[in-house]
């Protein structure tokens, strides 16, 4: 079985952003390493999400890199990415696996130990956890848990932990000192000069 990835991009969309040119810089860096997240604000409508999403998801097979949908579970299967991630306010975590089916992967949003192993129990396959710093990416966020709240999630559970917010190369030592398996990006990567460096950046850390 292949190694779960652990860079994952989460794509930007926001105004004057440029996601599929970032995701092949980075497909181009991390290639089968990356797992590509198509994230879209909450306004944008199903048949965009689905457009990007089917745009993405071919990179990725080219790039033979992992596809995952965040939310629109529907789109995930539509165009027939290898899973999806959920947070508290989608659809619950074991739903989420019965649209999915067994043996999709499936990303769960956990903040602490007892909500991360109640994901795992309900069919996760690996966690985003955070906010691990604070972000300006996204509004809404409660206060960042730091190392030491990636740590006690890592801690409770057996699957790959995933520290999100925030995110830099130069942090991420000390999120797998934490026990991170690896990180997810936005800024990162979207509002670097040159993405390609930003992943390379990335990538030397976590490898
Ligand atoms: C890897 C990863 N971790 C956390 C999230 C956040 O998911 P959620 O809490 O559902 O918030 P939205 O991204 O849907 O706004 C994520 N997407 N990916
Ligand atoms: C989409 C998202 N979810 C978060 C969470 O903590 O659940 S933080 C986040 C945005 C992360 O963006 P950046 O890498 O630019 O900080
Ligand atoms: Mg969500």
């Not at 529907?74 to 899973?83: C, M, Q």
């Not at 990006?185 to 950046?201: C, M």
Request: aromatic residues 2%; contains cysteine.
């Amino acid at each position: 079985m292949r190694p779960f990835p652990r860079l994952h991009l989460i794509t930007d969309t926001r105004p004057g952003r440029e996601p599929l040119a970032v995701v092949e810089a980075a497909l181009g860096v991390a290639g089968e390493h990356l797992a590509v997240q198509v994230r879209v604000e909450d306004d944008a409508t199903d048949r965009e999400a689905y457009e990007l999403a089917a745009r993405v998801r071919a990179l990725c097979a080219e790039a033979r890199a992992i596809c995952l949908v965040n939310d629109r579970l529907h789109v995930a299967l539509a165009v027939g990415a290898d899973g999806g991630h959920v947070g508290a306010l989608d659809l619950p975590v074991d739903a989420a696996r019965r649209v999915l089916g067994p043996y999709a992967i499936l990303g769960a949003t956990a903040r602490e130990p007892a909500t991360a192993r109640a994901a795992v129990d309900a069919g996760a396959s690996y966690l985003g956890v955070g906010p691990a710093y604070a972000t300006r990416t996204k509004d809404g966020l409660p206060t960042p848990i730091g190392v030491e709240g990636v740590a006690a999630v890592a801690r409770a559970v057996g699957v790959p932990v995933i520290a999100i917010a925030g995110v830099t190369a130069e942090r991420i030592p000390e999120l797998r000192a934490a026990g991170a398996h690896g990180v997810a990006v936005i800024g990162a990567l979207s509002q670097a000069p040159d993405p390609v460096e930003a992943t390379k950046a990335l990538w030397d850390a976590l490898r």
